[in-house]
Nanobody, 125 residues
Framework: QVQLVESGGGLVQAGGSLRLSCAASGRTFVMYTMGWFRQAPGKEREFVAG????????NYADSVNGRFTISRDNAKDTLYLQIDSLKPEDTAIYYC??????????????????WGQGTQVTVSS
């Protein structure tokens, strides 16, 4: 299993930006598709973005498309999520996720093999 540690969350004003990072260790990072999920208070964990092992395929939830950008640096074993034009409804704990293999993007919780501990993003209006 791959171990995942997120960083970069915080408190920002609406319209601002953040970049989340997820450092991977334990297994070969390039062997996994990767993704980001988020969970707001009282809501289920939801898919945000996914990326293939070679960065050639990406997928986004409709609610974030055009504002969020997922990327990865396989040389650094690190996944990123650039978040722009933040809205109060983006407030949530953001989780890094590794898929179960190198082929299927983790676009649902059933497709996730490993989770990070989460990082809080709070957007004030």
């Amino acid at each position: 299993q791959v171990q995942l540690v997120e960083s970069g969350g915080g408190l920002v004003q609406a319209g601002g930006s953040l970049r989340l990072s997820c450092a991977a260790s334990g297994r070969t990072f390039v062997m996994y598709t990767m993704g980001w999920f988020r969970q707001a208070p009282g809501k289920e964990r939801e898919f945000v973005a996914g990326i293939s092992w070679d960065s050639k395929r990406t997928n986004y939830a409709d609610s974030v498309n055009g504002r969020f950008t997922i990327s990865r640096d396989n040389a650094k074993d690190t996944l990123y999520l650039q978040i722009d034009s933040l809205k109060p409804e983006d407030t949530a704990i953001y989780y890094c996720a590794a898929g179960k293999n190198a082929l299927v993007l983790p676009t649902s919780t059933e497709r996730v093999g490993s989770w990070g501990q989460g990082t809080q993003v709070t957007v004030s209006s």
